[in-house]
């Protein structure tokens, strides 16, 4: 049984490793590196966790997956002062700590797509489409080089995009059509200095952006002090195909209002469109399997735009999938 996933994020990643065991797996992946929205954007002077901030666990599989992973320091706890703003005051805050991990990767969140891949057939810088020869699915590239036949394919793509790959002939179709996925903007300041912020992480209401983290107080980072800060998902919708120069503007202007200090002397300034960032809690579960197309599909969008749901979104699809290998 020779089964491709188009992805390697979190859902494609943890689908593969399941799948392994009773298949031949390859995983295709358009990006230069593994673990898809949970990722590090690299600089000179300084790194920035530009999707994914932070994650918490509930169900008792995705902490037994994550074992490994904290045994071997590449997930740790990050233990910030978590504060929650509305109309530019403090109304609420707490410390995190260790009763209540909040995890991120080490020393950066893309360590966790790096590790995950380490012992799986994982093909990067590889964008796919599928095509059907003679009952068997083939794997294209944007090259047009055929990557050869298998008997099963699984998207692990944003809903939309994974509309567009597997066409109107998996059953799911409509579903993935209907997954609405929402944009963000992230912003990256890079600073000579450090702020003096009365916290690590804040929830922001009332405002154009709706997230601050000193990206720099999570475990094992560099020293210079880093702020990654999300527009809200309506700003960004609003406000997509405005020019970068004017977002980077009006985030750093509402930036300023929330925090109220001196950041537009940062010394590296930069954005992140995303246009695939999040989606709200969904009804219809999955798993999306198409047996007479030899099918399937998962992903964040299956549940909730969170880490874990990535997670169990890719580990019921393999254990549904493994019933019918049997
Ligand atoms: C700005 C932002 C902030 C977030 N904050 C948090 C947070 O704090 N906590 C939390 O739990 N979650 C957060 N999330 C959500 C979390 O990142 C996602 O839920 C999760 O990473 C989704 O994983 P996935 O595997 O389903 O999808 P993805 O990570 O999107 O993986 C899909 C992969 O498919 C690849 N792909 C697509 N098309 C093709 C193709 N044709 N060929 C080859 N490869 C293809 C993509 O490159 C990608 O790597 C955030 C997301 C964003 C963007």
New binding site residues.
């Given amino acids: 049984m020779k089964i491709a996933i188009?992805?390697?994020?979190?859902?494609?990643?943890t689908t593969a490793k399941m799948l392994r065991e009773v298949a031949e797996v390859t995983v295709?992946?358009?990006?230069r590196g593994?673990?898809?929205?949970?990722c590090t954007r690299y600089t000179d002077l300084f790194d920035f966790d530009?999707?994914?901030?932070?994650?918490?666990v509930k169900a008792p599989q995705f902490k037994e997956f994550l074992n490994p992973l904290i045994q071997s320091d590449i997930v740790k706890s990050w233990n910030a002062k978590f504060v929650e703003i509305k109309k530019n005051k403090i109304i609420n805050q707490r410390q995190w700590n260790d009763d209540f991990p909040h995890y991120v990767g080490a020393p950066s969140m893309s360590e966790i797509g790096r590790f995950l891949a380490q012992d799986l057939d994982v093909k990067l810088n590889?964008?796919?489409?599928i095509r059907k020869k003679e009952d068997q699915w083939h794997i294209i590239d944007t090259d047009d080089v055929n990557h050869g036949s298998f008997d099963w394919v699984i998207s692990?793509?944003?809903s939309l995009?994974s509309a567009a790959?597997l066409s109107d002939e998996f059953k799911f179709h409509n579903i993935l059509i209907e997954r609405n996925m929402i944009e963000?903007f992230?912003l990256m300041l890079g600073f000579e200095n450090k702020l003096d912020l009365a916290w690590e992480a804040a929830l922001i209401s009332d405002a154009d952006i709706s997230w601050i983290s000193v990206n720099s107080s999570k475990p094992d980072r560099k020293k210079d002090f880093t702020l990654l800060i999300?527009s809200t998902n309506l700003w960004a919708k609003n406000n997509f195909n405005t020019k970068k120069d004017t977002v980077i503007e009006q985030l750093l202007d509402a930036t300023s209002g929330v925090t109220g200090k001196a950041i537009y002397n940062a010394k590296h300034i930069d954005v992140h469109r995303?246009k695939?960032?999040?989606i709200k809690k969904q009804i219809i579960k999955p798993p999306f399997i198409d047996q007479s197309n030899r099918i399937a599909a998962?992903?964040?969008?299956c549940i909730k735009?969170?880490?874990?749901?990535?997670f169990l979104?890719?580990f019921d699809l393999a254990n549904e999938m493994r019933n019918l290998f049997k």
């Fill in positions: 188009i992805g390697a994020g979190i859902a494609g990643l295709y992946e358009k990006s593994a673990g898809g929205r949970v530009h999707g994914a901030q932070f994650f918490t590889t964008e796919v489409q692990t793509a944003p995009q790959l963000c992230s999300h995303w695939f960032a999040n998962c992903g964040d969008w735009g969170r880490i874990e749901s990535a979104s890719g």
